[in-house]
Structure formats: C-alpha cells, structure tokens
C-alpha cells in the first residue's frame, strides 16, 4: 500500500465513516485470442470507505492484473461507459457503492447480456448503437426556424424531461429478457430516446417515429417485466416512458 | 496498416469536436475520430450552464460579457478573442436550440438564464442571469444534442480510435525551421483499440479537440480518459503550449474524491461555509461572495483551511451549504450533483451541507491558435490545415482563468469556427505527401512498451506523478515546491521510460494505451510546472506565495513552451512569450 492510497483513505474515512474491509470480486473473464474458454477468476483486494465497484476493478487492473479489460471514464454516472452486471443486476461500476453490496460474500461481475463479448467485460455496443439511430433520435421539424428561439412552456418541457436523461449505458436494453432471446427487437434504450422527440411539444416527427416503432420488433414487443426501469442508473422510468409510446401509437395523442 | 483519405480528420468527439463535425461534414468529406464513443466525452459532465447576453430575464449585453471574461481571466485574455466568443454566443446557443437542445424555460417560455460566477450587469455592478441551462445537466445535453445532430446529418465516426500522432510537411522539433516558412499538415496515425492495428489518416485539415488534461492531477473532477492526448502530440512535434501553467481548480469538488458539483448550486443561493459556521466569501468579495470567479474561490477556501477553519475531523474541507433552500428547488435546478452528494458521501443536502474541496478542473492553456482556431507553430505563422479547438486550444479567450460556462461556449463558437475554417481550407488546399514510414514511430512506441517483458507498472508512476502535482503545483506554489515537482517528473520520465504493461495482447488492450497516456501526462505536467516556476507572480490561477501580487511589468505575457530535442534525442522544455492582445480594456485591479 502507497502512501497515496492511504492519504486518500483517511480523506475519504472522514466524511464516510466507513471503515476498510477486504472485498473479493469473481470476474467474468473472456479473450477470444487466447483461445480459451470464458472463465471466472476471483481477485481480493482492499477497499475503502465509499468505494464503489470500479475503484476495486482498477486496484486489480492496475496493481494485480493489467490485462482484466473493462470500459470506464468519467467514473461519476455521466458517461455511461461501464454498465455491468454486478450480483446479477445491471449497473454502472462507478455508481455501485461496495458497502451497498454486501462484500462479506463475492461480488459477482459479468459483462452486460445479450451483446457480442469482445474481451472480459466490454461488449460489441455497434448492434445498441444501431437500434438508437433508427428511431430518428434528432428534433424534427418543418418549416423556417425562427430567428430566435422555439417558445417552449415549463409545462411542455417537462412533459419529456425524464427521458432526456438517457445516457446511452445500455444497462436497460442489455436487462430485457425480450432482447436477450431476440436481438432484432429495438430495445428500451431506442424507445427512451424516441419518446424524448414524441414528447418534445417542439417536434413535428412523431408520427414517423411511431410507424418505425409499430415495427414487430418495436414497442410491442415490450413484456413491461420493469427489468429496464430497475437497471436505469439515471432512475428514469422507462417501463412508463414504454407504454407512453405504446399508448401515443393507439392514440395518436402526444 | 490500413490508410484512409479525408479531406477534414476531426480527432475527438466532445462538444467541440461534434460541432466541429456538423459544420465540416456537410462541406467536406469528413472523418470523426475518437478514442470513446461519442457520447461518453467529458462535454457530458458539465453542469452549470452555457452563457451568452441573451437578456431573456433581465437586461444584459454581449460587451458585458466580454468584460466579465477580460477581467475572469485576470487581464490575460486576448481581448479580439473574448470579444468574438460573447457575440458570437447568442447564436450559439440559439443553434443549439434549434437543433433540440431541452432548455429550461421561463414562464414566457423562453430560455431561462441564471446567475453564475464572475458574470456581472455593468462591469462589476451585480451578479447578472445570463447562464442557459438545462437542470444542471447542461454538458449532458449538448453532448446528446450534438450527437443527435450527428446521427441526423450521418457523419463517419472511427469509435475507440487513439490518436497517437500528427504528421506534418516539416520537422519543428529541433526548432530549425525558419519562421515565415510554410508547414502543413499531411495527416494523422491512428491506433484502433479494437484490434490493435495501425490506421494512417491522409487528410489536407485536421481538427485536434481533444479536450483537457486534468489527470495530471490526483484530485480532479476530469474522467481518467482525460490525459491530454492533443496537447501531447502537438507538443512533441515541435508545436508550442500556450500558458498551460494556468490550470482551473474547482473550488466546490466532493471532498476527498473530486467528483463536481457545480458552480450553479452557488447561483441557485447555496452558501459556502468554514468551521465557524462562517459565510468567509463575505470576506474575500464583499461584493459578489460566493459567486466570485473560480480561482478566488478555491483559494479562499484552501486559506480557509490552511488558517484551520476547515471542518472534518482533519478540518481539510469546507462546507457548501444548500439547507435554507426549498428541496422542490434544489429537486428542480440541482437534481443530479444532489445525488451525487447522496451516492458517493451519503450526505442529504436538503439537511446537511456537503463537504467540498477545490479540484484540478480545467486547463485554460493549450494549443495556441487562432480566432479562427488554426494552430500556431510560434508567435505568427500558422501551420496550414491543422485546427484546434476547446479546452485543448488556448485561443486565448480564458486568459489565467476561465469564467464558468464559458468552456461549454468555447466549444461551441471555436468548434463551429474550426468546422468551418477547416472545410474551406480543404477546398482548395493541395494534398501532402504522407511519408511511407508515417507509422513508423507510432509502431516501435507501442511495441516497446508492450513487449517490455519486465518493467515498473504504468499505474505505479502515473500515482506518483498525480501525487506530486497535487502536492506540489496545486492551488498554491512556490519556487520550491514547483521545483519539487520539476525533479519529481524527470525521475519519474526516466523511469517511464523502462516502464511496462502486463497485457501483451492486441486485443483492446486498455492497459498499453493507459501506458501510452502516462507518456502524454508526464510531458504536460513538466509544461505545467516549467511554466509555473518561470512565471514570479500571481494571476487568476496561478498563485505563487513568493511572488503573490501580479507583475504587468514582466508578465503580462502569454507563455509559449516548446519541447525542443536536441541531440540525446530527449526533449527539454524551452520558455518564449507572445503579446496579450488588448483592444478595450486596460489591465484594472481584479476585485469583487
């Protein structure tokens, strides 16, 4: 142990209150070139206070094992680029608190399901990314733009505030067990992002996106198991924002 | 190898370098390069707001703005820069706007506008609205927005590519290339992350907006992708760094951990607070208090805690405290660095202030350019086809201190600037010969750090690098604690230079390239701090206590440091200096 690691120990004890322990995390580990077979291999180290999950994957990656290979950058919730499955639920790595997880017992780390694994936990996003574009996800409209700015109520604002969360994670899409047996289906992520557009008292492109969601692997598809919503780290409902769509299709109201 | 040909190669895909991308593309061929996925960039984190005189709820005009910028960056903003970036704001954020961007709206519904650091009505008066928001998740938004935009327009993204060099017509690195002579970019060498081979971009414009370096730092608010990468490259070939001393600690970052909570908790009314309970900005800025600009902040409150009125146990911190304000308001404006607070200190700050120390945030310095974002490769002459933009550039419109917000307007007014200027180079620009042996560098780079069988490991050094600069080139400096640092950081390249990664695979090997980047940081940290022990004064963010007052006289300079190699094929950093460009405003005392 440096002396850096324990000056941020004692930093970081004070305001959490909340002693070291010993964490051992079972990883999921997988690389195609080395031609063997997808195994799970347990590391402990030591963590501290308030760390959460993706500390203690660096500590392995960068004081035991430098090949374990994950996605990661802002390491606060913004990004999106480390949702996993951890104990079996979809969140990010950065935002899973370790003394929130029990770590008397492994914590289990998988990659994300139902996506290409490349290497250990990053996964092929290119299928993801895909569905996302599909649904038109831009402001469509028709006319001259005015000189200044769209009028926009407080009230039309926040009629789709929740789904403009949306940080691409795919922690939602990757927990549906629609998407898991049938990668053709669109996924929540896709249908989060339309209905931010459907919704936007701006956009004049609802009716299309409807029509590429009425597909058969589009909105109906949704079995509302609230796998989505629980895996959201941005606690956006997105079940609801689901049947909003679904409900905007028979209606043709938005 | 694989080669491509673009007429405009666009490296990173942040604000700067999408909005960049959405002017170019529909002019020119157009590549996006980048090391993450678009919409993983840092853009993202950013909270507080966007600013530009829009006087939606109370008058304002865009020549305040210029002056609050000046005067921010304590007097060493070029003054034609600041004065482009506050006009050209307004369209900036109307753009953003029509392109969907989910603004917070007033009850007219109009963009709303709240008050922010440093941002006055009349010179100084009053604290002004003049920030454009979206909750405090406005970087989130543009990101997505810009993205969106992206998809719209189908613009050719190479996801979790690392740029990992710039080829030009000359060879600047030994600084023999006489000025006045013609340079010009040939194009760009690529690593693919995915399966580790090497991709030769041919291209007549390159755009660098490759964003910030703040993991020079241990205590950041910067995402650990953020290592310079640009400013790195650019540096090694022989291109300067402009005023790169000057390096934005934030002052309202979660204790301990870095992690930011925006300067729009103070414009919304939170209240820092010491030990004493004590409201201690009254103190520093009578005037404007908590909603001074960055720099003053962090200062007064790392005083604070050095005169042991920090609280904790270890009194190492101050409190941001946001109790007297209504939890519908705070669950409105202030949703997401709340939870912050809530997730990763388990403070509830509809009760309990939140503990916050300043962290590393910002680099004002960077690339020197142009006001429209070419490369300068000395004091006057630009290197044809290489652009730069954002917090990689240094324009200068940031000067020793950057306002809040108006990092998130650099990267919209310079990035759309870049796109532009770029496009038209193309158009009739002539091709550069990409020399066969282009990768060649590149290659044996790479290789000798993978194939090092036995070495230190990257993270070992990189934490000691993060160490000294926290302890030694932080908040306050000295002579010697920045000379600490300087022989902290040649140790510490020596020993880089037998370093070694664990992963010798080619498969996305996450471990070479953070190998690749510890190289990048320990050539920005030796800039920083050999900037910072030449320059005897104080100014906006740089505070050296043996030299605590400003010094016009002798500095009032932007710093150009060079890399020069000589003969040990070793580079040293070399010191010269460029005129600030005052147009309006004569250098004032900064008070507020």
């Given amino acids: 142990m440096t002396a850096l690691a324990e000056s941020t120990t004692s930093a970081r004890a004070e305001v959490g209150a909340v002693p070291s322990f010993d964490v051992t995390l079972r990883i999921r580990r997988f690389d195609p070139d080395n031609g063997a077979e997808p195994r799970w291999e347990e590391f402990t180290v030591t963590a501290h206070g308030t760390d959460r999950v993706l500390d203690a994957m660096h500590k392995v990656k960068w004081e035991v094992d430098g090949s374990l290979t994950f996605r990661r950058s802002c390491a606060h919730g913004i990004c999106g680029s480390d949702a996993m499955r951890i104990n079996g639920r979809n969140r990010l790595a950065c935002k899973a608190l370790l003394k929130d997880l029990d770590p008397s017992k492994p914590i289990t780390i998988e990659p994300i399901k139902g996506l290409p694994v490349i290497k250990d936990l990053v996964v092929d996003m290119e299928p993801f990314f895909a569905s996302y574009r599909e649904v038109m996800p831009f402001l469509i409209t028709h006319g001259n733009a005015p000189s200044k700015e769209r009028l926009q109520s407080p009230e039309d604002r926040a009629r789709y505030d929740d789904t403009t969360k949306c940080i691409l994670c795919a922690a939602c899409t990757s927990s549906c067990p629609v998407f898991w047996t049938d990668g053709q289906y669109f996924g929540p992520a896709a249908i989060v992002n339309a209905h931010r557009f459907i919704f936007d008292s701006r956009d004049e492109g609802a009716v299309q996106r409807l029509e590429i969601l009425n597909d058969k692997e589009g909105v109906w598809r949704c079995r509302t198991t609230f796998n989505c919503t629980e895996a959201c780290p941005r606690g956006i409902e997105v079940t609801k924002a689901i049947q909003e769509v679904k409900r905007a299709m028979i209606t043709r109201a938005f | ?592």
């Fill in chain 2, 1 to 592: 190898m694989q080669t491509h040909q673009y007429d405009v190669v666009i490296v990173g895909a942040g604000g700067a370098g999408m909005r960049a991308a959405l002017e170019s593309s529909t002019r020119a061929r157009t590549a996006v390069i980048s090391k993450l996925y678009p919409t993983r960039s840092h853009t993202g984190a950013a909270q507080g707001g966007m600013c530009a005189a829009l006087a939606n709820v109370e008058e304002d005009n865009w020549e305040w703005h210029t002056f609050d910028t000046v005067k921010g960056g304590d007097y060493l903003v070029d003054q034609d820069a600041a004065e482009v970036m506050a006009k050209e704001a307004i369209d900036a954020v109307l753009d953003l706007e029509k392109m969907g961007l989910p603004f917070n709206r007033t009850p007219e519904g109009r963009i709303d506008q709240r008050r922010f650091g440093g941002h006055t009505r009349n010179h100084g008066e009053a604290a002004v609205r003049r920030s454009c928001y979206a909750a405090d998740r406005t970087g989130h938004m543009i990101l997505q927005t810009l993205y969106q935009q992206c998809v719209k327009q189908d613009v050719e993204f190479y996801n979790e590519f690392y740029v990992l060099d710039v080829v030009l017509t000359h060879d600047l690195s030994a600084g023999t290339v006489p000025d006045g002579e013609e340079v010009s970019v040939a194009g760009v060498v690529a690593y693919d992350l995915a399966s580790g081979e090497i991709h030769v971009f041919r291209a007549k414009s390159v755009v660098f907006a490759t964003g910030g370096a703040g993991k020079i730092y241990k205590t950041t608010s910067n995402a650990h992708t953020l290592t310079g990468d640009g400013m790195a490259l650019a540096l090694r070939r022989g291109i300067p760094l402009e005023d790169m001393e000057f390096f934005q600690f934030h002052p309202t970052g979660l204790a301990g951990l870095g992690i930011l909570l925006s300067e729009a908790a103070r414009g919304e009314g939170a209240i820092l607070r010491n030990s004493e309970g004590e409201r201690f900005m009254e103190r520093y800025a009578p005037t404007i208090k908590d909603l001074a600009p960055r720099d003053m902040v962090a200062r007064a409150m790392a005083n604070e805690v050095r005169e042991g009125r920090g609280c904790g146990p270890n009194k190492d911190y101050v409190l941001l405290d946001l109790t007297h304000l209504e939890p519908a308001h705070i669950d409105a404006k202030l949703p997401d660095i709340t939870e912050f607070a809530r997730t990763y200190l388990g403070v509830e700050p509809y009760t309990e202030p939140v503990p916050v120390y300043p962290t590393a945030h910002y680099a004002m310095g960077g690339i020197p350019t142009t006001i429209d974002a070419e490369v300068l490769r000395n004091n006057t002459d630009v290197v044809k086809g290489l652009f730069a933009a954002g917090e990689v550039a240094c324009v200068s419109v940031h000067g020793s201190n950057r306002l809040g917000t108006n990092s998130l307007l650099d990267i919209n007014v310079f990035g759309k600037r870049a796109g532009i200027a770029a496009a038209r180079y193309a158009e009739t620009a002539p091709w550069h010969e990409m020399p066969d042996d282009a990768s060649v560098a590149t290659v044996e780079y790479i290789e000798r750090l993978r194939d090092h069988a036995t070495g230190e490991r990257i993270a070992d050094i990189r934490r000691e690098l993060q160490e000294t600069m926290d302890r030694n080139a932080q908040v306050f400096r000295t002579r010697d604690s920045l000379t600490t640092a300087l022989s902290d950081i040649t140790a510490l390249k020596k020993r880089y230079r037998d370093a070694s990664v664990q992963d010798k695979g080619r498969r996305f090997n996450t471990d070479l390239m953070e190998g690749v980047e510890l190289g990048f940081l320990l050539d920005l940290a030796e800039v920083v701090v050999v900037g910072a022990l030449a320059r005897e004064e104080s100014r906006g963010g740089h505070f050296r206590e043996d030299f605590p007052t400003r010094d016009d006289e002798r500095f009032m300079l932007h710093t150009m440091a060079y890399q020069r190699v000589r003969g040990d094929g070793q580079g040293t950093v070399e010191l010269d200096y460029k005129p600030v460009i005052i147009t309006r405003y004569q250098p004032m005392e900064r008070k507020y």
